[in-house]
């Protein structure tokens, strides 16, 4: 009401000063015959002092009065008529005045109603904190939220390689307790963006290893669930969330995403607080505190906080294949083993080479190539990565010991 109130009073009081412009309206400015007027009664005057010095005689004095007589005659009738033309019209001014008021006053309503929020209460802190409450507790689930997803494009992947996957997919079907062959799964269905299908294996293995799981194991299957919603934090996600933060507070992917659900509920105040912790904790080049690092300035405005973030971190690590990928494949047939291996392998290095990587995706590249039995192409990575990393003494370290552990470096 308040609002209104006040809109209302400022919307009246511009109507009533373009009214008082309106009906106070005066012109400004003598017209010409004004003027005219007042130099014809000089020469009236003139013509008189003339006479009466004997410089012009009775005649010649009679007939300049006529013809200036006529003059003023003249000058006086031009003169009423602009007066009678200028004078206001006092009932048109009060109609436009009218006009004007309501136009201001309706319009300015019209307007709000179209481009604002009527009928749109007070935000005092408790309704705000009992409007997140709610959003929180009625936000759609999972599969709600995944089927407002428009359908993603296939990836094409080679006809071996997809072969492989559809022996993965079968196997794990048939083989129910198989933590690994689950792990592998949801790590390859996520390189193919089958996300629903990824999570799905990614929570089949949490539940095989009845609890015997990392917080990374939870942050992950909540990252699938999230892409698999285009974003969007679903209550199942927050679960996983929530248990991955239970194992380790510090997990950043999950700080990160839990901050992002805080946000999506109408808390920016507490994501702004659980990712300037994350940043500070750092390290300032993890790849959730770069996606945090974009997005915290906005989040923290929407908070009411003035707030300068850090640099942005570097960008994200690419993924690779793992030890345990690399273990679950050794337990495949020879030929299926190489070429699940293989298709993991050339996904990395297409990626080192286009977009480059961290040390530690090196390293897993020279490693994976020398399991291949590429000794030289293993080498020749390695001799790659010295130069990509010659400034780093770290990173070198890094890909050294995987050269080393790959037999390639004594």
């Known amino acids: 009401m308040t609002f209104w109130i006040v809109t209302s009073v400022l919307a009246l009081a511009l109507a009533a000063l373009v009214a008082l412009v309106l009906l106070r309206a005066r012109p400004r400015g003598e017209p010409a015959a004004a003027f005219d007027l007042k130099v014809y009664r000089q020469q009236l005057r003139e013509v008189e002092k003339d006479l009466a010095r004997g410089l012009i005689n009775e005649g010649d004095a009679g007939r300049t009065r006529t013809e200036i007589s006529r003059r003023i005659l003249a000058a006086d009738a031009a003169l009423q008529a602009h007066q009678a033309g200028a004078a206001q019209p006092r009932g048109l001014s009060r109609a436009a005045a009218a006009l004007c008021a309501v136009g201001l006053v309706a319009g300015s309503l019209g307007l709000y109603a179209y481009l604002g929020a009527p009928g749109f209460g007070d935000l005092p802190l408790d309704y705000r904190l009992e409007m997140a409450r709610m959003a929180s507790e009625e936000r759609p689930t999972q599969s709600e939220a995944e089927a407002h997803v428009p359908p993603r494009e296939p990836i094409e992947v080679d006809e071996s390689y997809g072969q492989l996957i559809e022996k993965l997919r079968k196997a794990t079907a048939e083989r129910e307790t198989d933590a690994e062959g689950f792990a592998l799964l949801a790590r390859h269905e996520t390189a193919l963006r089958n996300f629903r299908a990824a999570y799905e294996a990614k929570l089949k293995y949490i539940e095989i290893m009845s609890g015997d799981v990392e917080a990374y194991d939870h942050g992950e299957a909540a990252e699938l669930m999230i892409m698999a919603a285009n974003g969007y934090v679903s209550p199942e996600a927050e679960e996983q969330l ?12 999950s700080r990160y995403y839990w901050g992002v659900m805080l946000e999506q509920i109408g ?19 993890a790849p959730w505190n770069t996606a945090i690092a974009a997005q915290i300035a906005d989040v923290a405005w929407r908070a009411g906080i003035d707030y300068a973030p850090p640099a942005s971190a570097a960008p994200a690590p690419l993924s690779g294949p793992s030890a345990e990928d690399m273990q679950a494949a050794s337990e495949m047939e020879d030929g299926d083993r190489q070429e699940m291996i293989r298709g993991m392998v050339d996904g990395l290095a297409d990626r080192l080479a286009n977009e480059g990587g961290t040390a530690e995706e090196w390293g897993r590249l020279i490693g994976a190539l020398s399991v291949l039995g590429e000794a030289d192409r293993a080498m020749a990575i390695h001799n790659e990565a010295q130069q990509k990393f010659a400034a780093d003494e770290a990173a070198l370290a890094i890909v050294d010991d995987a050269a080393r552990q790959a037999g390639i470096l004594q």
């Open 242 to 253: 929530r248990a991955a933060l239970s194992r380790d507070r510090f997990h950043g992917p």
């Open 267 to 285: 808390r920016p105040d507490m994501a702004f607080q659980i990712w300037r912790e994350t940043l500070e904790a750092g390290p300032a080049d």
